[in-house]
């Protein structure tokens, strides 16, 4: 299976804030990377996919970037809606498998 | 808009067979893919695989031999089976549909969720 790890697996931000987390893969995934939010008792909510596409709906303030093995999901101006977990997920191979999940918090 | 909602037993034992039904509404079934994925404290998130809407599967090799996806366009549902569950299965079970790319290409990109299903495996 391809591992995905993201770090950090938690960080302190302040609304305004400019956030960077970052995923990993085990292997070559070239862009089939995806990036999703969840909020506490609420399913995830696709964010990114293929790496740097923005879902429809999504804020201009999130985007991805990378390819390969190294992947990073940029919040330009942290909102006081964002906070929450973040997971990456690929699925160039199955099984699909996503990474352990990045915590912003204030 | 379309919605996916989940319906099945919330408390089980252990040896048992989970059967979860996802319900699709407010758009088609056909021309996507649609997953089952499920998420515990102790695992993460899982995905346990998913279905064409004319029938073909892809399962996690962790749990094949346990799991079948099933179809029924007609009623604009799928559905998991797993089978022989113990307490690693207690989880919130989602189904989700995954985006297509190019000519009807899996993506995995998941774009629509249902709001999860509570399941415990319990003696």
């Known amino acids: 299976d391809i591992q995905m790890t993201q770090s950090p697996s938690s960080l302190s931000a302040s609304v305004g804030d400019r956030v960077t987390i970052t995923c990993r893969a085990s292997?070559?995934?070239?862009?089939?990377l995806h990036w999703y939010q969840q909020k506490p008792g609420q399913a995830p909510k696709l964010l990114i996919y293929?790496?740097?596409d923005l879902q429809s709906g999504v804020p201009s303030r999130f985007s991805g970037s990378g390819s390969g093995t190294v992947f990073t999901l940029l919040i330009s101006s942290l909102h006081p809606d964002d906070f929450a977990t973040y997971f990456c997920?690929?699925?160039?191979?199955?099984?699909?498998?996503f990474g352990g999940g990045t915590t912003v918090q204030l | 808009q379309v919605q996916l909602q989940e319906s099945g037993p919330g408390l089980m034992k252990p040896s048992e067979t989970l059967s979860l039904t996802c319900t699709v509404s407010?758009?088609?079934?056909?021309?996507?893919?649609w997953s089952w994925i499920r998420q515990s404290p102790g695992k993460g998130l899982e995905w346990i695989g998913y279905?064409?809407?004319?029938?073909?599967?892809?399962?996690n090799p962790s749990l094949k031999g346990r799991v079948t996806i099933s179809v029924d366009s007609s009623r604009k549902q799928f559905s998991l089976e797993l089978n022989s569950v113990t307490a690693a299965d207690t989880a919130v079970y989602y189904c989700?549909?995954?985006?297509?790319f190019g000519s009807g290409s899996y993506s995995g990109a998941f774009d629509i969720w249902g709001r999860g299903a509570m399941v415990t495996v319990s003696s």
């Open positions: 997920q690929q699925s160039i191979d199955s099984p699909n498998t």
């Open positions: 279905i064409y809407y004319l029938g073909t599967t892809n399962y």
């Open positions: 407010g758009g088609p079934i056909g021309s996507y893919y």
């Open positions: 293929f790496a740097s």
């Open positions: 292997q070559n995934i070239d862009n089939f």
């Open positions: 989700a549909r995954s985006r297509v």
